[in-house]
């Protein structure tokens, strides 16, 4: 379904998109509201204070999240524009609906560009959150069961601090404190790897199967996720291959780990 579809079953004719890029969404909006208001520049310069825009962050470079809908109010102000939300049936989905656009990210898009807007994905609703929100990298120590609840309610703080980047990262068994040092370079980056866990368990690591083959699914409760070092996206499989080893080197975990490589 496209958000042109969407939009039919609302009481809306007159509508922009504005897409918010994926580094700098945060700073401007939050789940309910603008954090900096529309500046009177162009296209904004002689606005239509009757369309509405539909708000929209930035996921990756090609798809994004709809948040909400405003409406642009002239309050006097010579640089900004006030605002105020519009109610519509999409927000039902607001925060949880993903749009995917193959030419991928545009500021300002008008309403004949909503056919290329195509739904991508809907996270389901979060009720009984129990994981601490992300702060750093550095920070980040989750149990198999937070591991867990945050892939699986597609948490957005942790969904794009972590689909973002590759990296190292540590397994720690708290059944006998070996260790397991993995590297993340495929789809969705650490994100991606560590949904695998989330939903496998062993994440096809030949160490972790024999323990799961072993032990059961409740064998792995008392796990530990740490990430280790983070490096961008666009660093070869061979270099972060090549940290993996050196890590695995200086934990020993060859010798006395879960790696068996």
């Not at 969404?25 to 904004?44: Q, V």
């Not at 105020?84 to 993903?98: A, F, H, Q």
């Not at 323990?211 to 499989?237: R, W």
Request: aromatic share 16%; charged share 30%.
């Amino acid at each position: 379904m496209t958000l042109e579809q969407l939009m039919s079953f609302e009481d809306v004719k007159d509508y922009n998109i504005w897409w918010y890029g994926i580094d700098i969404s945060d700073k401007y909006m939050d789940d309910k509201k603008l954090l900096i208001p529309p500046e009177k520049t162009r296209p904004l310069k002689n606005a239509n204070l009757e369309r509405v825009y539909l708000i929209m962050s930035g996921e990756s470079g090609k798809t994004c999240r709809y948040r909400f809908a405003i409406r642009l109010i002239e309050k006097g102000d010579a640089k900004f524009f006030g605002w105020e939300r519009v109610p519509l049936k999409l927000d039902e989905y607001g925060s949880r609906m993903i749009f995917y656009r193959e030419t991928g990210f545009s500021f300002y898009n008008s309403a004949k560009t909503a056919k290329d807007f195509i739904v991508d994905e809907i996270w389901p609703k979060v009720t009984d959150r129990t994981v601490t929100p992300f702060m750093t990298y550095d920070e980040v120590e989750l149990t198999f069961s937070q591991l867990k609840e945050t892939t699986e309610n597609h948490y957005p703080d942790y969904y794009k601090a972590l689909s973002c980047v590759k990296g190292i990262y540590m397994i720690v068994d708290g059944n006998t404190g070996k260790l397991y040092v993995g590297s993340a370079y495929g789809k969705d980056g650490i994100w991606g790897r560590w949904s695998s866990y989330a939903e496998t368990f062993h994440g096809k690591n030949e160490e972790l199967v024999k323990l799961f083959d072993e032990h059961g699914p409740e064998y792995f409760q008392k796990f530990k996720y740490i990430i280790l070092q983070v490096v961008p996206m666009k660093m070869s499989d061979r270099e972060i291959i090549d940290r993996e080893s050196a890590y695995k080197k200086r934990f020993m975990t060859r010798e006395f780990g879960l790696n068996n490589n």
